[in-house]
């Protein structure tokens, strides 16, 4: 049984050491990404004015040309 995972280590080294890398730069960059969205501090959004205005209701008695 421990030789056939030596065996498998040896013939397939390349591959297993590129998931590592791909695997550890992934887990970098996520948490990375995290700390730095944590230590931002944002304020949040506040609407001064309404962004629309009040829908007119198709069924009211205008006529339209």
Same mark, same amino acid.
């Given at each position: #049984?421990?030789? !056939?995972?030596? $065996?498998?280590? !040896?013939? /397939? /080294?390349?591959?297993?050491?590129l ?6 730069? =992934? #887990? +970098?960059s +996520? =948490?990375?990404? %995290? *700390? *730095?969205? &944590? @230590?931002? $501090? &944002?304020?949040?959004?506040? +609407?001064?004015?309404?962004? %629309? $205005?009040?829908?007119?209701? *198709?069924?009211?008695? @205008?006529? %339209?040309?």
């Amino acid at each position: #049984m421990l030789t !056939k995972i030596i $065996e498998f280590v !040896k013939k /397939n /080294n390349e591959d297993i050491v590129l998931f590592v890398a791909i695997v550890l730069a =992934s #887990m +970098f960059s +996520f =948490s990375l990404g %995290y *700390i *730095i969205a &944590k @230590t931002e $501090e &944002k304020e949040p959004l506040e +609407f001064e004015k309404p962004i %629309y $205005e009040e829908e007119v209701s *198709i069924l009211d008695n @205008t006529t %339209y040309l």
